[in-house]
């Protein structure tokens, strides 16, 4: 996971407010979808570019249009829709893409979310509250996309963000994870701290429980 707005919908360029996610593809990367027959097939991550263009072809009379745009599906060097992933005040390319890095994007407008509260869930498909820190950019995730065609502002493919869920830990993508108890030392407490009526109880505290 990368670049996300899951909990607070944000705004781009005065767009309207709406969830969204990018998620980086790798080896290990698998697509569940279901075709034509209704048959559920488990693919690897490059299937998704045939899915877009059966989506298209559906929506355009059999053919892909030669000025679409694909904002769902990218590779991180420019070449396709979407710009270079790169950071422009360092250069370099952001945490966890390589120009050889290919995409996912999906987004949801926030106002067709009900409830305005996006599916975001655990391991144990627990809604995820907004205060916890188990979801972070680099942590694995499961998406559940829906991948439509439109002619609005230009033919284009999109992906509707449906619901997110945790996968599994990862490594942490442009910050470092602390754990706290890894780095203090247990610290001995000086005696003149220490409230003998905290650690025995008061008189008065007996007797009432007396």
Known sequence: ?????????????????????SAICDKDTQIKYTNDSGETKIVGYEVFQKICDKVC???????????LKNWCFNKADGSTTRDEYINSKTGDYWDGFTPETWYISAKKR???VDGGVLTILDQEKNQIPPNSSKLYSGCRINLIVQVYATD?????VQASLEAVQLKAKGEPLGRELIDAKSEFDTEEIPAEDVDESDATGSDSETDEML
């Not at 705004?11 to 309207?16: E, F, I, N, R």
């Not at 072809?57 to 000025?67: C, I, M, S, T």
């Not at 609005?152 to 284009?156: A, I, P, R, Y």
């Open 57 to 67: 072809k559906d929506k355009f009379g059999g053919k892909v249009p030669a000025k």
């Open 110 to 112: 926030a106002d067709r």
């Open 152 to 156: 609005k502002d230009g033919n284009s």
């Open 1 to 21: 996971m990368s670049f996300a707005d899951l909990h607070t919908p944000s705004s781009v360029k005065g767009s309207a407010l709406a969830f969204s996610v």
